[in-house]
Structure formats: structure tokens, C-alpha cells
């Protein structure tokens, strides 16, 4: 792409003094209070577009992620330049830190070892003293846990560029994977995109174990058992006659070839995840569209000699600053950004509650939209040999993945809108579409961005602690790919259609819920799996149906709304419980409507929930994390969540109500 100069800009971010000072209006769920709750939500988000058309709000995680930043340009020594940010970032990293002295994984989780190990070490390298009060707080934190050694794979290497752990301590990796024969049963495209993206260019500092020296590079102080004394031997849990002992056996046959300098065809191999690394950089800078890639691609070729002007890392590094967050004193990096996914919805929101779908915003969205249609093969392209490109991505950029679940969102979103040449629209849904049905697994169901990626063997791995190695198909997404059929109407095979179903059916929980894979949790995952069903013309009285509109009928809370902790990845016990929010309660309230519940009392309930807790300015308030990234290790806050779902749900039970 000739003269590309992507723009920096900022999504909606809300001020805590703003979210803090908004009044609730205390309205019943009346025909006319929904009316003007409707109102104001369409008013807030029309307000919140961009010239461009998109919507776009702030995809917030926790701590780490802000913290690598700092770790990457003290690696590259490119820190000198970032003494505004840097300040930014103490101030905060310090107010991010909770009163039990740790930093949390999602909001009100208590604290989380690996999250506030590397906050600790960003602190400190950025010039806090170990003995200030908040930093030995910290310290007692993480002492009290177990220390260092138990902490995740990726805190160990983050810790390790700096010497503040042993590279000996860390799972090895091959850079001789990249030579494995497509035949194999185990290539780098049996990993999930995210994985493979950040595993890639990771080989190459593995390679490489770089040692950088600078002010405050250790966390001895952070050994429960005193770091001459630390346990280095890789955690297995489940012994060592198991699978992950295996691993563990390899891992150290692995760690002997590399001390007797044993590794077939190490320069080649290196060579082709350079040679992968750059050849999967964006026109834009960006590599994969998510900071792990970003910032391991930028550490990878930094080993292979790249300084940190070569053109190809100041692309990198661009792409980096547009992921951050700069307020007057603060600065912190997102995971993603959302810009497709947020627009998609929020066309959705503003047509289910009554926009015309050709009114001038959403057809200005429309058009942003079909700019953004990725025409290219991408990785997708190793496992799908017949399907013609045609998806989107969750981001601005990021055409060597697109995502399913959001090209079935913008599929239903273009459908629905009346765009200036209709013939064209039409031309590119029916690819999109196609494309999108191409990606169907062979068990029936659809992941987020490859066919078939499910070798489950990959997430008992000593690299894979976060057991997210792979992509494998969910009855969530699958329940949005039914909707976007039964709204499209588009003629896909009886076939797939009943495949699907049945993927959906041995999915369903014994309670009669779903898990929710990309949302917190059951109520996420039960919503979309009704919607879908339902909206593809199956009756919402079968019975299985009507065993998850139950479900979510009976954990509803007293207050009228529902919520669910992220806990409830780890504890079925806490399947559907949690404090109510205004995202968890409009998917309830969806689901109970597409299952034919849109009268009653559970239903209503649910809105005046949402009326009343409505801001003055048409917005809702939401701390809680409600979008998953990894179960049980990764969760995010998106800002507009808590706005375009409450808005439609209020449209559709509007309709409804009637």
C-alpha cells in the first residue's frame, strides 16, 4: 500500500470523575420511560462516531500489558525518549494497585501473582524504591503467593530479558518447528493465530535469551525461597506419569541439545521466523492486531540485529502508540482495539431501536465498513483451501486475520442498512458469507479464526500455561453465525445448518446453559446460542431451547439485573452469579426475548434494570470485565459493551411489548 499514513487517534475513553458524577434517573420500565431511555442511548452513541463513520471505545485490561511496554523500550533502549509516558505510566501503574497491595487480573478479583509481579518490576525499573510503602506492600503480596517461581510462563520471560530470572527456568522453544514438513502433525498453524503471531518471532529470543542490564533489573527480593535457593523445574501439576510430565521430559532433553549446541538446522530456521515475522508485519506497522504480537515481533527482530530505527521497527513501534491511552497524567496500553467489532454492533443497537437504515450515520458506518473488507488470503488460507477471502478483522488493521465472529456481525449489520450501491453490498456480503460458512470445523461448529484448530495436546505444553494454544470451535460464535443466516436468509446447505445445531446441542451445559467463550460467561454464551437458534427458524419451545431461557430466568438477581463473575471460568458453582451489570443484563434480556419470554416478568424485570440505572446522559456505568480473552488468565472491560447491548435490548423489547 503506497503512502500509507495511518491516523492516530484515541477511543472513547471515560474519565472515572465523569462516570463518578453522572445521575441515575429512577424511572419504572413504562412504555414511555423505555422510550426516552432509547432516546437518550441513541443520542449518547450518535454522538460518540467518528468522522470516519466508526464507533470506537476503549478496550481495557489489566496492568501487564502497560508494563511490557515499559520492558520493550527498556530492552531497546529506546526508554530515553519516553520520560512523559514513563512518568504517566508510574502515576498509573500506582493507581491501578489495589488496597491488599496487589494488581488485579479483572476488576474486584482480589489480586493476581503474575499481574502484580510484572507491575512490581515495571515500578521499580522505572525508579520506585523497593522499600516505598506501596512497592512492599507489593512485595508482601507476592511473597505471601509463592513468589517469583509461581509465577506464568510469560512474567518468567518478561522477567528474564533482564536477568531477574534464569533463561534455564523458562519452557525452551525450537526455533527447528518452522522447518516441519506441512504433512506433520504439528506445524506452527496448529496453534491459534494469537499464539502463533506471538510464538513465532518468541523463537528468536529464545534463541537469542538476551541479557539487558539496567538501573533496578532484578526482583531477588521477590524469591519466597530466596533466589540462590529457587525452584527452576517447570510446574506439573498432574505428575510425572502424565502428559504434561512428557512435556516436561522433552523440554529437558530440548535444554541438553542446547548445551551440547545440538539444534538441526538452526540458522535456517531462524531465517524463516525472521523471514515469517516480517512477512506478517501489516502495511500499518501492526502484526496480528493484538500487543503480544506487537511487542514479541519488535523484541524477536531487535535479537536478529534490527535497531531501533530500521524502518520495519518504526513501523512496529508506531503501531505500539496507537494502542496506548494518554490522558494529562496517565498513560497505559490496550490488548486490541475494537473499531470493526464496536461499529458492527452499534449499527445493530441503533437500527434495533429504531434508526432508518438509511439514516445518514449508519449508512457513513456502512461505507467505513465495506473499507475494511480484507480481500486477501491470510493464514486462514493453510487449513481452508477453498473459501474465498472476503471477512473482517476485529481492528483497523490486521488482514492476516480475520475474524469470523465479526465478519457475521458486520454481515448482519450491512444486510440491514440501505447504502448508496446496493448491488455492490450485496456483491460483497455474498463473499463475505461464503467465506464465513468456508470456515466451518469438521465437528460442526465455527472458531474464531482457523478451521479445525483444535489439537488440544498443544495446551499441555510447559509454553502453554495459559492453555489458549489453540482456537477451537465454540457454541457461542457458532450461535452467532446461525443468527447472521436466519437474519440473512442466505440458502447455506441443510447440511452445515445441521451440523452446526447438533455441535450446539452437545455443547449445552447439563444446568441447560452454554459456556460463553468471548464473553463472561454462561449468560454470554446462553444468549447467543438462543439468539442463533432462534432467529434460524427453530421453535423457542423445544426443548432444549427452553432449558436455557430457564437457566437464565433462574439467575436472575434480586435487583432485577444479572450479572456473572469471570470466576465462573474456574467454579461451576458460580455459573451465572455475580453483581449485576448493564452488558450481562441486555444479553439475559435478549436471550429471554429471542426465546419467547419478551413479556415476561423475568423480562421486565431485566429492563427496568436498565432504565434505571440508565446515566443522565444516556450512557450506563460498568467496572466489571465482561469480555473474555483467555478463560481464566485474560479478561477486558470494552466500554462501549455497557452502551450498545443496553440500547438493544431495549429496541427489541420496545417491539416486543407492543
Not at 413504562?30 to 470506537?56: C, F, H, M, N, T
Request: one cysteine or more.
Amino acid at each position: 500500500m503506497t503512502g500509507f499514513a495511518p491516523r492516530v487517534v484515541q477511543p472513547v475513553v471515560e474519565s472515572p470523575l465523569a462516570l463518578a458524577t453522572r445521575t441515575v434517573r429512577p424511572a419504572p420500565a413504562s412504555a414511555a420511560s423505555v422510550q426516552a431511555a432509547i432516546g437518550r442511548a441513541q443520542d449518547y452513541l450518535l454522538a460518540k462516531q467518528y468522522p470516519e463513520g466508526y464507533w470506537w471505545a476503549e478496550l481495557e485490561a489489566n496492568v501487564t500489558l502497560t508494563a511490557e511496554y515499559v520492558f520493550l523500550h527498556k530492552v531497546l533502549g529506546t526508554d530515553g525518549a519516553r520520560a512523559r509516558q514513563f512518568e504517566k505510566i508510574r502515576t498509573y501503574l500506582r493507581r491501578q494497585q489495589r488496597a491488599h497491595g496487589g494488581w488485579e487480573l479483572y476488576y474486584g478479583d482480589g489480586g493476581e501473582l503474575s499481574t502484580t509481579i510484572e507491575a512490581y518490576f515495571a515500578l521499580k525499573l522505572l525508579g520506585d524504591a523497593p522499600e516505598a510503602p506501596h512497592m512492599a506492600q507489593a512485595r508482601d503480596f507476592i511473597l505471601a503467593r509463592g513468589g517469583v517461581t509461581k509465577a506464568r510462563v510469560f512474567t518468567k520471560i518478561h522477567l528474564a530479558l533482564f536477568g531477574a530470572f534464569p533463561w534455564e527456568g523458562c519452557p525452551t522453544l525450537p526455533a527447528w518447528i518452522m522447518l516441519l514438513p506441512d504433512w506433520f502433525p504439528f506445524t506452527i498453524y496448529e496453534l491459534a493465530s494469537w499464539a502463533r503471531s506471538s510464538t513465532v518471532p518468541l523463537l528468536l529470543v529464545s534463541d537469542k535469551k538476551p541479557v539487558v542490564k539496567v538501573p533496578g533489573g532484578n526482583v531477588d527480593e521477590l524469591y519466597a525461597e530466596g533466589r540462590a535457593n529457587a525452584n527452576l523445574a517447570l510446574p506439573n501439576p498432574d505428575g510425572l506419569f502424565s502428559l504434561g510430565g512428557a512435556f516436561i521430559g522433552l523440554d529437558n532433553l530440548l535444554k541438553l541439545m542446547e548445551r551440547l549446541n545440538v539444534s538441526p538446522r538452526k540458522a535456517e530456521a531462524l531465517a524463516r521466523a525472521e523471514r515469517w515475522t516480517l512477512e506478517h508485519q501489516d502495511d500499518s506497522g501492526d502484526w496480528g492486531g493484538i500487543i503480544p504480537a506487537m511487542l514479541n515481533s519488535l523484541l524477536g527482530l531487535h535479537c536478529r540485529g534490527y535497531a531501533p530505527d530500521h524502518p520495519v521497527m518504526q513501523k512496529g513501534i508506531e503501531a505500539v502508540e496507537r494502542f496506548c491511552i494518554e490522558t494529562d497524567d496517565e498513560f497505559h496500553t490496550q490488548p486490541c482495539v475494537s473499531p470493526v467489532w464496536d461499529t458492527g454492533l452499534t449499527i445493530l443497537a441503533l437500527l434495533d431501536s429504531g434508526l432508518p437504515p438509511d439514516h445518514p450515520a449508519l449508512v457513513k458506518a456502512g461505507e467505513w465498513l465495506l473499507s475494511k473488507q480484507i480481500r486477501r488470503d491470510g493464514d486462514w488460507r493453510f487449513k481452508n483451501k477453498t473459501g474465498p477471502a472476503g471477512g473482517w478483522a476485529f481492528e483497523f488493521w490486521n488482514d492476516f486475520f480475520p475474524d469470523v465472529d465479526d465478519t457475521a456481525v458486520v454481515i448482519m449489520a450491512l444486510h440491514r442498512l440501505k447504502l448508496t450501491d446496493e448491488a455492490e453490498k450485496q456483491r460483497r456480503l455474498k463473499l463475505a458469507t461464503e467465506w464465513t460458512l468456508s470456515m466451518q470445523s469438521k465437528n460442526g461448529g465455527w472458531g474464531a479464526f482457523d478451521v479445525d484448530n483444535d489439537f488440544e495436546i498443544l495446551n499441555e505444553i510447559p509454553y502453554g500455561d495459559l492453555k489458549a494454544m489453540i482456537d477451537p470451535p465454540t457454541a457461542d460464535l457458532t450461535g452467532h453465525i446461525l443468527e447472521m443466516l436466519g437474519v440473512t436468509g442466505y440458502p447455506a446447505s441443510p447440511e452445515k445448518v445441521e451440523r452446526a445445531i447438533a455441535f450446539i446441542k452437545s455443547k449445552q451445559e447439563p444446568e441447560g446453559c452454554w459456556w460463553g467463550r468471548w464473553g463472561v460467561n454462561y449468560i454470554y454464551g446462553t444468549h447467543m446460542v438462543i439468539c442463533g437458534l432462534v432467529a434460524l427458524g427453530l421453535d423457542p419451545r423445544e426443548a432444549f431451547i427452553m432449558r436455557g431461557t430457564q437457566w437464565l430466568n433462574s439467575c436472575q438477581n434480586e435487583d432485577g439485573g444479572w450479572g456473572e463473575t469471570c470466576a465462573s471460568y474456574g467454579d461451576r458453582k458460580l455459573m451465572g452469579v455475580g453483581k449485576s451489570t448493564p452488558s450481562q443484563t441486555a444479553w439475559a434480556v435478549l436471550g429471554l426475548m429471542a426465546g419467547g419470554e419478551g413479556k415476561s416478568d423475568c423480562a421486565r424485570r431485566g429492563v427496568e434494570y436498565l432504565v434505571t440505572h440508565q446515566n443522565d446522559d444516556g450512557s450506563w456505568t460498568e467496572a466489571e470485565f465482561t469480555g473474555t480473552g483467555f478463560p481464566n488468565h485474560f479478561y477486558m472491560n470494552y466500554h462501549f459493551y455497557r452502551n450498545y447491548f443496553p440500547l438493544m435490548a431495549l429496541g427489541r423489547y420496545r417491539a416486543v411489548a407492543k
